[in-house]
């Protein structure tokens, strides 16, 4: 299975950029990088996916790398409401109904 | 969370007793999962579904089972509660393959097995 490697924990202050990185030199040509967030005492929360360009939604942009062996999610103006662990995540192989695979994340703090 | 709701939210239950836990979603999703959360561990997969009566296992499904009767509904029930079940279990529903179309969660459901 293509795995994803993230810091565990990152630092920030409020209203700066976060660029938070993700390594996955194993990805295939067809699997889409996946982006969720998990706030204190709630269900994980979609960010953002891509597969090769960079995506922009209204939460966050998603900047891929040429070779697609890394990726980074950018929050353009933290505020403290983002502090929340961020996971980077790729299909199981072959893709399918069994869905994606949650590693540990990266802790993002946000400091006032 | 908007679409998909978890019931109960919060149960404490003996050992050896059954217990069984809903996801109730209103999008008309085909694709519906159960996960648990533990510390050091993240989020593995239990079974999900991929259709009405169509369902599979997941990564730790020993100790559970689920139903899938109608499109909206997907319930997971552990037979036998032991106290290595005490977890958050977390509900999520996908449009289409998870690899494309990315997830909703639930709000999860707090189980206590005492």
């Known amino acids: 299975d293509a795995k994803t490697t993230q810091p565990n924990s990152m630092e920030s202050n409020e209203e700066e950029p976060v660029h938070l990185p993700c390594n996955h030199s194993?990805?295939?040509?067809?699997?889409?990088i996946h982006w969720y967030r998990q706030l204190p005492s709630q269900g994980p929360e979609y960010v953002i996916h891509g597969l090769t360009s960079n995506v922009n939604n209204r939460m966050a942009s998603l900047a891929i790398a040429e070779d697609r062996k890394s990726s980074t999610l950018i929050l353009h103006r933290a505020t403290l409401r983002d502090a929340a662990v961020y996971y980077c995540i790729l299909p199981l192989a072959g893709g399918g109904a069994d869905g994606l695979t949650f590693g540990k994340g990266t802790h993002l703090i946000i400091q006032p | 969370d908007a679409g998909i709701t978890q019931s109960p939210r919060h149960k404490v239950t003996e050992t050896g007793t059954p217990v069984t836990l809903r996801c109730h979603q209103t999008e008309n999703h085909r694709y519906m999962y159960w996960y648990r959360q533990d510390p050091g561990h993240g989020l593995r997969l239990i079974h999900y579904s991929y259709g009405v009566k169509d369902t599979d296992k997941g990564e730790v499904s020993d100790g559970y089972s689920v139903s899938r009767s109608k499109t909206e509904d997907f319930l997971l029930t552990l037979e036998s509660a032991t106290s290595s079940q005490t977890s958050v279990y977390f509900c999520a529903i996908s449009e289409g393959q998870p690899s494309n179309y990315g997830y909703t969660f639930g709000s999860g459901t707090r189980l206590t097995v005492v």
């Open positions: 194993t990805i295939s040509g067809t699997d889409y």
